[in-house]
């Protein structure tokens, strides 16, 4: 018999959502606006950690994708429901809103690549069609038909499995006329470039060989999703535990996967374009990590007052981020604050200008969150 379940609100998961996001906002401009400002050579540290790593290796802000696609599991595994049990007649709306969320996401996530610029090619092999939003609609879409229609160890059995074959694929199993195990900074030897060839349409990002959202590595992407659900399930028998409990396992959990992934990437190298399982270990690490701290002290400490600026960017996340890229936020930042930030000296003028940035779209953010407009796919 199907129940109905109502899926926990936690302040904590909007305002990690919100935080995630702030960097693509125009936060990451904030340590070499800093720099100028004191000089201080620390602050170009930090700024390193504002742009993707080349090829292998990790850096901070390779975290804020697969920490978005975690979260989406969290959500989704705070109220799990199987419907396997159901008729198809009662199943079939679920269907149709995965794939309806499927397919609008990849829309949303091509209308991103071309919404700026020259806009969205008349000729349909010009489009770009590989996207972050497909990647997280396609992460989402097949977490949620494992979690309608396995068990909890069967979800943890399918997470090691890809894992497992992703690197055996990737490294010991040579291409049709190539080698094995080729994972050189073109990445041209991949499989990952071979199947981008082969089943990506369209064209790929700044025209590589191995598209960053391509489609064989949006396999062990699921995984992220699939960690976020184990997180979600726990946190919502958090009580039954010990909530700060909770906290400590999480903590655990993180510095476990984080441990296990830099001993995997001895052989199997940490490495976001090509989304590696060692990558992933990483990733489900830090997310937890950070979801642990978020839990603690938005949620157990209630400071939701001081991550209100946070919650109101993750409430409001998707639209925000295709926000982005279609509107001008620099223009409208200036056309505002632009006499002020003018005005100040030159070394504060970069502060100024991102914080400025900064300000008006959480003008809009504050707006619509107070007339509860919540824009979701």
């Not at 069967?154 to 690197?167: C, H, K, N």
Request: charged share 10%; proline share 4%.
């Amino acid at each position: 018999m199907a129940t109905n379940t109502t899926k926990k609100r936690l302040a904590s998961l909007d305002a990690l959502r919100g935080m995630d996001m702030f960097w693509i906002l125009g936060g990451q401009s904030i340590f070499a606006a800093l720099f100028v400002l004191t000089g201080w050579q620390g602050w170009k540290l930090f700024e390193a950690h504002t742009v993707h790593s080349p090829w292998h290796g990790f850096t901070f802000y390779d975290l804020i994708f697969p920490l978005f696609i975690f979260l989406s599991g969290v959500a989704m595994g705070l109220a799990p429901k199987r419907i396997d049990h159901l008729p198809f007649g009662e199943r079939k709306s679920y269907y149709q809103k995965a794939l309806k969320r499927l397919l609008l996401l990849c829309l949303l996530g091509v209308l991103y690549n071309h919404g700026w610029g020259t806009g969205i090619p008349a000729a349909l092999d010009e489009i770009r069609y590989a996207s972050v939003l497909g990647r997280i609609a396609v992460a989402w879409f097949f977490c949620a038909l494992l979690v309608w229609h396995t068990s909890a160890r069967t979800q943890a059995y399918v997470a090691v499995g890809i894992l497992l074959f992703y690197w055996i694929l990737l490294c010991f199993i040579p291409l049709p006329g190539g080698v094995a195990g080729d994972l050189s900074a073109t990445g041209a030897g991949s499989w990952n470039a071979w199947f981008d060839k082969h089943f990506l349409p369209g064209i790929s990002y700044q025209a590589r060989v191995v598209d960053p959202e391509g489609v064989l590595s949006s396999l062990p992407a699921i995984v992220n999703a699939l960690a976020g659900v184990f997180v979600g399930r726990f946190i919502a028998r958090a009580e039954l535990f010990g909530q700060w409990r909770s906290v400590a396992v999480l903590f655990g959990a993180g510095f476990s996967c984080l441990l296990l992934g830099w001993l995997w990437d001895l052989s199997f190298p940490v490495n976001k374009e090509l989304w590696t399982s060692s990558f992933v270990l990483v990733t489900v690490g830090w997310s937890a990590i950070l979801f642990a701290i978020f839990y603690a002290s938005v949620d157990l400490l209630n400071t939701q007052k001081l991550a209100y600026p946070f919650i109101i960017i993750g409430a409001n996340s998707i639209i925000i981020y295709l926000a982005s890229s279609l509107v001008n936020w620099n223009y409208i930042s200036l056309s505002v604050f632009g006499g002020i930030v003018a005005a100040a000296a030159p070394n504060w003028q970069p502060l100024l200008s991102v914080l400025a940035l900064l300000s008006v779209q959480l003008l809009v953010l504050h707006w619509m969150y107070k007339r509860k407009i919540f824009v979701s796919v």
